[in-house]
T-cell receptor, first 117, second 111 residues
Framework: GAVVSQHPSRVICKSGTSVKIECRSLDFQATTMFWYRQFPKQSLMLMATSNEGSKATYEQGVEKDKFLINHASLTLSTLTVTSAHPEDSSFYIC?????????????FGDGTRLSIL | KNEVEQSPQNLTAQEGEFITINCSYSVGISALHWLQQHPGGGIVSLFMLSSGKKKHGRLIATINIQEKHSSLHITASHPRDSAVYICAVPYSGGGADGLTFGKGTHLIIQP
């Protein structure tokens, strides 16, 4: 089956650090990947849609200059949290779909738990 | 934006019981997803359905498009079924969107 690998699984770092999270589709090509975050005891929320070869589409309230998304190939999207602060501490998870995501199951990475001290 | 309501939020049952989790949404959709989230956070896609009923092992998912409602059933529940079950639909109803999620149902199956 389709496998999505997300790395790292956990990050603990100081305030002001930039953190890069990678999301890879291991056995399929994903023209579209999605980034979500989940604060404690809350539901998952869509942050942005990552499109291969073009700019990401960000949801309302998500700062594009703070959460940099790069989707340089059909198998890799990266999310960089720039100058992270404690309020950015959250669970970040990516998903990818075959053939651009139109009416396709989404395959999720295992998530990254980010803790900013 | 599609709004998703899920119930119950918490459910504790005995091993062997028949489990039902409900989901309703506000905007017509192309497909609905049922997901399972484990304590570490990882998410597994259980079903994607756009009409009728799907079955996989002891899991059954149904959807009524007219009523904008779906149910997930677990037959002969087992402690290993304990997890958070999440209903998700396309963000604005279309087929190429990211998902918007219900708050999840925290299921505990006791031996």
């Amino acid at each position: 089956g389709a496998v999505v690998s997300q790395h790292p699984s956990r990050v603990i770092c100081k305030s002001g650090t930039s953190v890069k999270i990678e999301c890879r589709s291991l056995d399929f090509q994903a023209t579209t990947m999605f980034w979500y975050r989940q604060f404690p005891k809350q539901s998952l929320m869509l942050m942005a849609t990552s499109n291969e070869g073009s700019k990401a589409t960000y949801e309302q309230g998500v700062e594009k200059d703070k959460f940099l998304i790069n989707h340089a190939s059909l198998t890799l999207s990266t999310l960089t949290v720039t100058s992270a602060h404690p309020e950015d501490s959250s669970f970040y998870i990516c998903s990818a779909s075959l053939r651009g995501g139109r009416n396709q199951p989404q395959h999720f990475g295992d998530g990254t738990r980010l803790s900013i001290l | 934006k599609n709004e998703v309501e899920q119930s119950p939020q918490n459910l504790t049952a005995q091993e062997g019981e028949f489990i039902t989790i409900n989901c309703s949404y506000s905007v017509g959709i192309s497909a609905l997803h049922w997901l399972q989230q484990h304590p570490g956070g990882g998410i597994v896609s259980l079903f994607m359905l756009s009409s009728g009923k799907k079955k996989h092992g002891r899991l059954i998912a149904t959807i009524n498009i007219q009523e904008k409602h779906s149910s997930l059933h677990i037959t002969a529940s087992h402690p290993r079924d304990s997890a958070v079950y999440i209903c998700a639909v396309p963000y604005s109803g279309g087929g190429a969107d990211g998902l918007t999620f219900g708050k999840g149902t925290h299921l505990i199956i006791q031996p």
